[in-house]
């Protein structure tokens, strides 16, 4: 069910003890594009995580994922509103893009024209990356694209000619992103464990239809770490030997059980082994696809969008060039900023929703937990208040509804 409105309005109308899970993506407080729906302060409104206690059942699990940054105020706000921290899911992936402020550039700029922005670059000598990259403004203008700000560009190589840009050659502010952390919650049981099991049927998680897996052996114990397969990220896992044959992969949209072969295409069977390699063969989960994100989409109903044309979110602009200087369409037809991995969000729901539960996700964006839910055969509840979501939310609740059993 899509509840459409503010999710703190919408909470207060839901009876007490009426959901099972809640597994959200909440903002991340960090002002993105310089928006104010991510510099509200509601991720860290101890009224609505105290709302969402209220309709969870006791023992209950709630998942939220936050900012790397700004979590311990996330984290915070959750045990303030009276649940009970049980632990942190990491998610680690190597897409994420460092916005960190090149300081020799900054430095040689203030001393040569007075100013240290990063907008007065353009004005600094330097071997410039990517051949007709100035000329392709215009173009890239004209197809619809991003409108590009030549002179907020840094994209040159430099090489400091004081002295005191020379000294911090190298340094920056920032450093890449590349995780994740998910909050998890759970609401205080009415006496032990079973007695809550039994009464409400909340108080666990669901670690056998969890573990990260093989075909014919129960599998490995669900971890506190998942990761997206990248080679930044392997590099940093241990090697490990399993004598446990069989691994299945994920088909993209499935449950995201982990397999050895990170290159082996979806749905491919791996055969079955004993096995040996990086420990992170056990904790694998993509980000989302262009395909997996618009599944459901027709293009007719819904046609490529950049942030700024399709609603409130844009500012920047939406498209950028590529190493070679040619354009890079960024619209989309699914124009959520930040779509979580169907096989992710799977994953979660099915971990802490007890059999035929009810997920409530109350900021439900472009409708992915809900997706999650239908493909693991729960109920879903989710608050959205940005309109332009809506029929995003639907079309794609409807593709779910519509896949073969065989999916599920």
Not at 160 to 178: N, S, V
Not at 264 to 283: H, L, M, T, V
Request: hydrophobic fraction near 35%; charged fraction near 20%.
């Amino acid at each position: 069910m899509l509840l459409k409105g503010n999710c703190l309005e919408l909470l207060a109308e839901m009876p007490d003890n009426s959901v099972d899970s809640i597994v959200t993506d909440p903002p991340y407080e960090l002002g993105f594009m310089g928006k104010s729906w991510d510099n509200s302060g509601i991720a860290y409104n101890v009224e609505l995580w105290s709302k969402a206690l209220r309709v969870l059942k006791p023992g209950g699990h709630l998942l939220a994922f936050g900012g790397s940054r700004t979590y311990h105020r996330l984290a915070s706000a959750v045990e303030d509103a009276g649940f009970e921290i049980r632990d942190q899911i990491m998610w680690i992936y190597a897409s994420g893009f460092p916005k960190s402020l090149n300081i020799a550039k900054s430095i040689e700029n203030k001393i040569t024209t007075g100013s240290a922005a990063k907008n007065g670059f353009h004005k600094l000598e330097g071997e410039r990356t990517g051949e007709g990259r100035i000329g392709m403004y215009d173009t890239v203008e004209e197809q619809g694209f991003r409108k590009v700000n030549p002179n907020q560009l840094g994209a040159f190589n430099l090489d400091p000619t004081t002295p005191e840009a020379q000294q911090w050659q190298g340094w920056g502010t920032a450093l890449k992103p590349a995780h994740e952390p998910i909050v998890v919650a759970r609401k205080p049981l009415i006496g032990t464990v079973a007695t809550n099991v039994l009464t409400y049927g909340t108080g666990a998680l669901n670690i056998d239809g969890s573990r990260v897996g093989t075909i014919d052996a129960l599998g490995r114990w669900p971890a506190n770490v998942i990761h997206d397969g990248s080679e930044e990220v392997l590099e940093g896992f241990p090697n490990s030997k399993s004598g446990k044959p069989g691994v299945r992969l994920s088909d993209g949209f499935n449950s995201g059980v982990y397999g050895t072969g990170m290159g082996i295409k979806s749905g491919q069977d791996n055969g079955e082994y004993g096995d040996s390699g990086s420990a992170a063969r056990f904790f694998y989960c993509a980000k989302a696809s262009k395909s997996e994100r618009n599944a459901g989409l027709d293009i007719e109903q819904f046609p490529l969008k950049n942030y700024t044309e399709a609603n409130k979110m844009g500012g920047a602009g939406d498209t950028m060039l590529t190493g070679s200087g040619n354009p890079r369409d960024s619209r989309k037809q699914n124009f959520h900023p930040t779509v979580k991995p169907i096989a992710l969000m799977r994953y979660l729901v099915k971990l802490v929703t007890p059999p035929n539960g009810t997920v409530l996700d109350p900021f439900l964006g472009s409708g992915t937990t809900a997706v999650a839910a239908i493909l693991e055969g729960f109920n879903w509840m989710g608050c959205e208040m940005t309109e332009d979501y809506w029929p995003i939310i639907e079309a794609r609740v409807a593709w779910a509804e519509a896949q073969p059993k065989t999916l599920l």
